[in-house]
Nanobody, 122 residues
Framework: QVQLVESGGGLVQAGGSLRLSCAAS????????MGWFRQAPGKEREFVAA????????NSADSVKGRFTISRDNAKNTVYLQMNSLKPEDTAVYYC???????????????WGQGTQVTVSS
């Protein structure tokens, strides 16, 4: 089993930055595809970004392209989401996910974290 714990969320003004972290435990995820998703109040969960096991391939939603960057440190079993130029519409609970066979283009993940709240004020 894989346990995922997100951290780094908080309250930030529009235009600001945050870096989310997702630490995995229970099993190394160095061979897993890792992803970030978010869910705003009253909306469905949506894909944000994903990264392949090597970090050589990434994918991100059009709404965050050029502002958010996903990265990983396999030695630390951790994946990151650097969020810059934040907008009020980025307000959501952000979830980390992991899967041993998913590609960066698919949205099916076996393992999920509990989420971290990101609130962007205008």
């Amino acid at each position: 089993q894989v346990q995922l714990v997100e951290s780094g969320g908080g309250l930030v003004q529009a235009g600001g930055s945050l870096r989310l972290s997702c630490a995995a435990s229970g099993r190394t995820v160095s061979s897993y595809t890792m992803g970030w998703f978010r869910q705003a109040p009253g909306k469905e969960r949506e894909f944000v970004a994903a990264i392949s096991w090597s970090g050589g391939s990434t994918n991100s939603a059009d709404s965050v392209k050029g502002r958010f960057t996903i990265s990983r440190d396999n030695a630390k079993n951790t994946v990151y989401l650097q969020m810059n130029s934040l907008k009020p519409e980025d307000t959501a609970v952000y979830y980390c996910a992991a899967d041993p066979i998913a590609s960066v283009m698919t949205n099916h993940y076996d393992y999920w974290g509990q989420g971290t709240q990101v609130t962007v004020s205008s």
